[in-house]
Every structure is written in C-alpha cells, then in structure tokens.
C-alpha cells in the first residue's frame, strides 16, 4: 500500500518536473528535451501504475510492442539527457547515427517477428551495456577536458548529474532485463517488482531536483561568477621547493627561507594586469617594482617555488587576466582579437596557442561553452 501510494506521488511529482521545465522554456529559451522525455514518460507511467495498483483506475493490458520500444529507446534517451546537460551541442546528425541503431533493432523486430524473451534480454544487456560505457567515456573525457574552464563548485555539480545519470541507467538496465527474462513466469509480479524496487532511487533523484533546481532549469554552468578567483584555481605557487636545490643557490636559500612564506603569500595575491605589458627579460624587474623585494628572491621563488617555467608564467597570468576580463563581461562587446591584444600576446596565433595550452580548449570555443 505504502509502496504503490509513493509510486503515485512520485510519478506525479516527475510529471510536475518535466511541466515546470516546459514552462521555463518559453522565458528562458533553454530546455534539456531528453530530460522533459525521461521524467515526463517515467512519471506518466509511475501514475498510472500507482492509480492501478490502488484500485482508482481498471488495469489495461500493456502492449508488449509497447513495452519493446520504451525499453530499447531508454539507454540512447539518457546517453544524450547527460550530453544535453554537460555538453556545448548536439547535432541533429549525432542524434540520427544513434537513432539509426534504435531503428535497425525495430525493424529487425518487424521483419523477424516476436523475439525469443531470452534473446531479446540478451540483446538488451548487450545494447544498454554499448550505452552505459559511451556514457562513462563521455562524462569521464568531459570532465578531463574541462577541469580548468569551470569552477570547483561547477564540476563538482557535473559530477553530481552524472552520477545520477548512470545510476538511473543502471537502473533501468537491471530491471527491464529482469523484466524479460521474468515475464514469461508472471508478468504481473515482474512489473510490480520493477516498480517497487527502483522507488527509492526516484526518490532520491527527485529530492536532489528540489536542492538543485538549476539542473531542471539547464544552468549547470553560469556565465558570469564574480566570486571565481583563477589565480587560486591554477594553484602556480608551491610552498615547498618543488626540486633539489643546486649547489650555486644554497647560501641564497638560507637568506630567503625566513620570507618565502610572505613572498608565495604576496606573488599569489599580485594581480595579473600590474605585469602582463612585461617580457621575459623585464619579468622579474617588474615584480619587484609592485612588490618591492630583491630581485635574487624573485629568481628563486620563480625557479623553485613556481609550477611553469618564466615564460609560461607569464603567458599564464596573460590568460588569467583574459579569463577575469571574460568573467567580467568583456566579450560581450568587444572581440576574441580585441581581448588577446588587451591581455599583451604579440598575435592572434599566440594568443589561442596559449590559451589552448593552459586551458584545454580555444578562446572562441571557450566563449561558446559559456553561452
């Protein structure tokens, strides 16, 4: 009673979810339509099986065609609810290669007729396995390839979707395979078992919606975050000597190691506009100008303390002052090119090229992931 009373809050409650993500669609013109599908289906079907199993409504046969569809259609539905959440775009020629093999199984269905039960689960198995494994690559190489663009706060919410994604394929795997290979001993059980066993999971997705509604909304990743800091997040200064001194530099080291907690704590804190107009060889003059420090402790923090080379720190705090002008608005009136020449890369060219470097992806790709 208890278990059939929560199916039929559960399912009304998806179905609220996927109306409520219709809604926003019309005042903010952003949709995840492969999420609307997910909850909108699971929740039609969870009310329905809830106002059966009460007794309100009679039972009608399920179509065993029906059924086939929905089971085969899941696994590619979720692969690209994660993509839509996670990802830049979708192609609508991604969308049919992948369709192209729901299709091919289909027709194989029509042609061939019934399949045998345990065959069918076995080719299920093996079809949501195909899926399962493209979802992990797919999350596992985003999240590798874009630790750098987004915050802390922003992966860690791709990591939360994610895990809920493949937890709900998991799911639906498990169960619409023991769903077949159950059915032909008591299809009534089966079901009922199917539904009561992957309530709690439902439930607990819903409550993580109620926490975080910005994932129903599909604003995993914000534009603007005045509170980023990418001078932290890059982590270029280390508090130990980060290798083996050389002989040349020990009676130096001696000098500078009662200071080298306030110099890290102050190289840390310089703000990246004050030294981007430097070269390589005017670096550290320019350091100690702000900073007011000799010259030979700068050399040693940079050579022992820093995580890059001279040069690639300062390419770096370039970049760090085109990512806090991007932060700030910057693209939105004026142009890629523009901002390379403000942040001082001598070209175009150099600019991606380090861009790219330090940041995984290109500065136009970089702008499109944000819009």
């Excluded at 909850?39 to 065993?64: C, Q, W």
């Excluded at 800091?229 to 080291?253: G, H, M, T």
Aim: aromatic share 16%; charged share 15%; hydrophobic share 45%.
């Amino acid at each position: 009673m208890i278990l059939n009373l929560t199916n039929l809050l559960v399912g009304f409650s998806l179905i609220i979810v996927a109306f409520t993500v219709i809604l926003n669609y019309f005042t903010s013109n952003k949709i995840n339509l492969f999420f609307v599908f997910i909850t909108l289906s699971v929740g039609v079907a969870r009310f329905r099986f809830g106002l059966v199993s009460l007794g309100l409504v009679e039972e009608a046969n399920s179509s065993l065609f029906i059924i086939f569809i929905i089971m085969f259609l899941s696994p590619p539905i979720l692969y690209y609810c994660l993509k839509s959440f996670i990802s830049i775009k979708i192609t609508w020629k991604e969308v049919l290669l992948h369709t192209s093999i729901f299709l091919c199984i289909l027709a194989m269905r029509l042609i061939f007729g019934v399949i045998q039960l345990e065959r069918l689960g076995v080719l299920f198995i093996i079809y949501g396995s195909f899926y399962y494994v493209l979802l992990v690559n797919s999350s596992r190489n985003f999240l590798r390839s874009h630790q750098t663009i987004f915050n802390k706060q922003q992966l860690f919410k791709v990591k939360q979707i994610t895990i809920w994604v493949l937890a709900l394929a998991l799911n639906n795997t498990f169960f619409t395979a023991y769903y077949i290979f159950f059915q032909s001993h008591n299809k009534h059980e089966a079901i009922t078992n199917m539904y009561h066993g992957s309530i709690i999971l439902w439930c607990l997705f819903l409550i993580y919606l109620f926490f975080n509604p910005s994932i129903l909304f599909n604003e995993i990743f914000t534009k603007k975050d005045p509170n980023r800091d990418f001078l932290k997040e890059f982590s270029i200064w280390n508090r130990k000597e980060l290798k083996k001194l050389e002989p040349q530099d020990v009676a130096l080291e001696i000098i500078v190691r009662g200071n080298m907690e306030k110099l890290i704590e102050d190289l840390k804190n310089l703000k990246p506009e004050l030294i981007i107009h430097s070269n390589g060889t005017k670096l550290i003059h320019e350091i100690s100008n702000h900073l007011n420090y000799p010259k030979s402790h700068l050399k040693f923090a940079l050579k022992y303390h820093c995580r890059f080379s001279q040069s690639d720190y300062l390419n770096l705090i370039r970049v760090i002052h085109a990512l806090n002008l991007i932060n700030d608005g910057y693209l939105e009136k004026y142009t890629i090119e523009t901002l390379g020449e403000v942040c001082h890369f001598n070209s175009r060219t150099s600019f991606y090229r380090h861009f790219k470097k330090h940041m995984g992806v290109s500065p136009s790709r970089y702008k499109r992931i944000l819009e």
